[in-house]
C-alpha cells in the first residue's frame, strides 16, 4: 500500500523529510521515498508495510492532520492496483 503526501514544504530537506516519516509511522513505514525536495513541487511516496488497504486510509487520515514544518500535509492512498483487485472478486 502506497500514499502519496504532497505540500511538503520547500524547507525540508530530504532527509528531514524521511526521518518525519519515519517517527509518524513508525514500524508502518516500510519505505519513505522523497521527490522534488527544496522545491515548490515537493511531495513523498510512503510505503506502508500492511497488506491491509483500509490501514493505508486510516494512516492517510491521520497523517492529513499532521504539520511538517508548520504546513499542512495533504494526503492520498493510492487506489487498489489491478492485481489486488483479482484477488478480491469471487470465483
Do not use: I
Not at 513508525?26 to 511531495?43: E, L, M, P, Q, R
Amino acid at each position: 500500500m502506497h500514499l502519496t503526501v504532497w505540500n511538503v514544504p520547500e524547507t525540508c530537506s530530504e532527509q528531514e523529510v524521511h526521518d518525519f516519516f519515519k517517527r509518524e509511522l513508525g514500524h508502518y513505514a516500510k519505505g519513505v521515498k522523497v521527490y522534488d525536495a527544496g522545491t515548490s513541487n515537493a511531495h513523498a511516496d510512503l510505503e506502508l508495510d500492511s497488506e491491509v488497504p483500509y490501514v493505508g486510509e486510516a494512516v492517510a487520515r491521520e497523517l492529513q492532520s499532521r504539520r511538517l514544518a508548520g504546513v499542512a500535509l495533504r494526503v492520498s492512498a493510492t487506489p487498489f492496483d489491478s492485481e489486488e483487485q483479482e484477488e478480491r472478486r469471487p470465483a
